[in-house]
């Protein structure tokens, strides 16, 4: 019974490890605050999550720095997501907190996303996505941003 129970336990771990994903990539976000000036950021993101056939489950974390546009901050995001296999896509939704870093004043919040991503070869993801900040009143309540990012997967 012992030896059941180990090699269970072994094969269970065993088809964890061989389901994770780790991954880094880049994204190109446009940024729209429902009050104020809009914006152009480039994110370097990175991440790990757990693939269990049809559902992943992971987190990433993220830093965005400033391209273009009329304002003049950086972005940092920390986020859980889920997401679900269907024919060629994968569809994300994900949650967490949001901090914007201005020159001599920081805003915070947290955000909720929607995205698709595909592959484009074994080793490469193309994903689309929208997220939405939701912030304190120190600069605007909501920013929207849209994304698309090319992702390199371990």
Avoid: C
């Amino acid at each position: 019974m012992k030896r059941i129970i180990t090699l269970i336990a072994a094969a269970t771990f065993g088809s964890a490890v061989a389901a994770q994903e780790a991954y880094v990539g880049a994204g190109v976000d446009y940024h729209f605050p429902h009050s104020g000036d809009a914006q152009t950021v480039t994110s370097a993101i990175a991440g790990l999550g757990f693939d269990t056939g049809l559902f992943g489950i992971g987190a990433e974390a993220e830093y965005g720095f400033r391209i273009a546009g009329d304002n003049d901050y950086d972005t940092a995001r920390v986020r859980g997501w889920v997401s679900y296999d269907w024919a060629d896509y994968t569809f994300r939704f994900s949650g967490g907190v949001t901090e914007y870093y201005f020159d001599d004043d920081n805003a915070g919040g947290y955000s909720a996303g929607l995205g698709a991503e595909r592959d484009i070869s074994d080793n490469l993801t193309l994903r689309g996505e929208f997220i939405r900040d939701f912030m304190d009143d120190t600069f605007t309540q909501a920013i929207t941003t849209t994304r698309v990012g090319l992702f390199y997967n371990f």
